[in-house]
């Protein structure tokens, strides 16, 4: 079975500066798809970025960037220039390519410092 | 926007009650979930359904069980509600055939069996 590490239950940064959140997944299979969520206090959950096992190329969505390690099973998350929108809580997940299931992280809570 | 909408934010039931949590999604999605977010554990996978009464258990499926009559609506039932199921209930939902797309979130019933 899959498994998904989010080794930090909580992290902060100062306004502006940058954050990498860690996450590590054990998988036998060698297609997959690779996500980080974002859940703001109260609010619903939405996907922040998301990276096909078989690209080589880190995905990027404006502030937000990963660093895919496929040999190592590692996805960690780059924030930049931290925004006080940017706390919330983050959870890692992977899916295999041949079913819809995610597993998720337990979540690090991330905390932006004015 | 996609919408996905569960029947209320807050619910407070007794043991031994029948309980029905509702989401409803407005994109025609094929796959629709279940899932229960308990603090350090992150999202643990309940049930899900890729048809119209069509259902497959996830990792934690004891206790629960679910309805899937109509593509916009999947139902997850508790049928005798017990104090250890009071958590954070996520609904999800998603595209098929398995083209990495995102699953879209609802805001989540945070139930508790007192």
């Known amino acids: 079975a899959q498994t998904v590490t989010q080794s930090q239950p909580e992290m902060s940064v100062q306004e502006a500066e940058t954050v990498t959140l860690s996450c590590t997944y054990d998988t036998s299979e060698s297609d997959y798809y690779l996500f980080w969520y974002k859940q703001p206090p109260s609010r619903q959950m939405i996907l922040v970025i998301r990276q096909e096992a078989y690209k080589q190329q880190n995905a990027t969505e404006n502030r937000f960037s990963v660093n895919f390690q496929k040999a190592a099973k590692s996805f960690s998350l780059k924030i930049s220039d931290s925004q006080l929108g940017d706390a919330a809580m983050y959870f890692c997940a992977y899916r295999s390519a041949s079913n819809e299931k995610l597993t998720f992280g337990t979540g690090t809570r991330l905390t932006i410092i004015p | 926007d996609v919408k996905v909408t569960q029947s209320s934010r807050y619910l407070v039931k007794r043991t031994g009650e029948k309980v029905f949590l509702e989401c409803v999604q407005d994109m025609d999605h094929e796959n629709m979930f279940w899932y229960r977010q308990d603090p350090g554990l992150g999202l643990r996978l309940i049930y899900f359904s890729y048809d119209v009464k069509m259902k497959e258990k996830g990792d934690i499926p004891e206790g629960y069980s679910v309805s899937r009559e109509k593509k916009e609506r999947f139902s997850l039932i508790l049928e005798s509600a017990s104090t250890n199921q009071t958590s954070m209930y996520l609904c999800?939902?998603?595209?098929?055939?398995?083209?990495?797309?995102?699953?879209?979130f609802g805001p989540g019933t945070r139930l508790t069996v007192t």
């Open positions: 999800a939902s998603s595209f098929s055939p398995g083209q990495g797309y995102e699953q879209y």
